[in-house]
């Protein structure tokens, strides 16, 4: 066996986002990893396109690149090391990378899916004070508190944003959006104190209304993070750190399937019913 490694994004190396070390900002990112090509694979038909994340790596060998291969070492299980390279970086990387949060300070997480729990993880090992997690399933509020929310809050009959304001002595510091709602971006400014700031991590509605008077008014900072703001050759490291320490407990996220299972984890991932399904491969 050779060295164990973990899968991440691509990026080019070579653009003035890589050369700054920020390669999730990558200019060829969308090229590199949303748009698949290379001419790598073939069968008689044709070439084979599947290039996605710069890997596509639901088959029994993998194409990847230098840039997005991660030794990881034999300290951590294959399972728990598969999910950091994309949502456990983005949450924990969007909390400690992007947010930067103070110890003591506080931090609302809207949406518990895998992100948003990497993220109260990420909170938890920053040390803030109070940490709220928003959703509205009640086995991910209690999962939530279980990894280091101080407080949990179902967003449905809720005034969101004024519990939260009392909940958090007067606003939060810091919010991290998985959502991508329109009106949980709207309710994450609302709860902001003066001068906090909002991270943006999920994916969906491609525009959204934003109060530019409260936004102007309280001097609030909003951001959009990708991949965890990470250099995944410094950061995946860091994280199988932290698991080893027991500071991020991936086994409570995981849930392993055989590949031969792909169906059943995949309506496991759209219901919600797992939080991170993880296909296994036989040896």
């Not at 950091?84 to 949450?91: D, F, K, N, R, Y």
Request: hydrophobic letters at 45%; charged letters at 15%; proline letters at 6%.
């Amino acid at each position: 066996m050779g060295t164990r490694v973990v899968l991440t994004f691509n990026s080019c190396g070579n653009c003035p986002s890589c050369v700054a070390g920020a390669p999730a900002y990558c200019v060829r990112s969308t090229t590199l990893n949303m748009r698949g090509g290379g001419d790598a694979l073939s069968h008689p038909g044709g070439v084979i396109i599947g290039d996605f994340f710069g890997q596509s790596s639901f088959s029994t060998y993998a194409l990847a690149h230098q840039r997005n291969t991660i030794p990881v070492g034999d300290g951590i299980d294959a399972a728990y090391a598969a999910p950091l390279g994309c949502s456990v970086q983005t949450g924990v990387g969007g909390v400690l990378n992007a947010l930067a949060p103070a110890p003591g300070q506080a931090l609302v997480v809207f949406g518990a899916g895998a992100v948003g729990l990497s993220a109260v993880m990420g909170a938890r090992i920053a040390g803030c004070g109070v940490i709220v997690a928003v959703d509205p399933k009640a086995e991910r509020r209690s999962l939530a508190a279980d990894l280091g929310a101080t407080h949990v809050l179902d967003p449905v009959g809720a005034n969101v944003v004024a519990e939260l304001v009392e909940i958090t002595g007067g606003g939060a510091d810091h919010a991290l959006d998985t959502t991508a709602l329109p009106s949980v971006l709207t309710d994450a400014l609302a709860a902001l104190r003066p001068r906090g700031q909002l991270a943006i991590v999920g994916l969906g509605a491609p525009t959204a209304d934003l109060p530019v008077g409260l936004i102007m008014g309280r001097g609030l900072r909003v951001r959009g993070v990708v991949e965890g703001d990470s250099v995944p050759h410094r950061f995946i490291p860091e994280l199988i750190g932290y698991h080893t320490r027991g500071e991020l407990p991936l086994e409570k996220l995981v849930t392993t399937y055989d590949f031969d299972d792909f169906g059943t984890a995949w309506d496991a991932a759209r219901d919600g019913s797992a939080i991170k399904p993880v296909l296994t491969m036989p040896a």
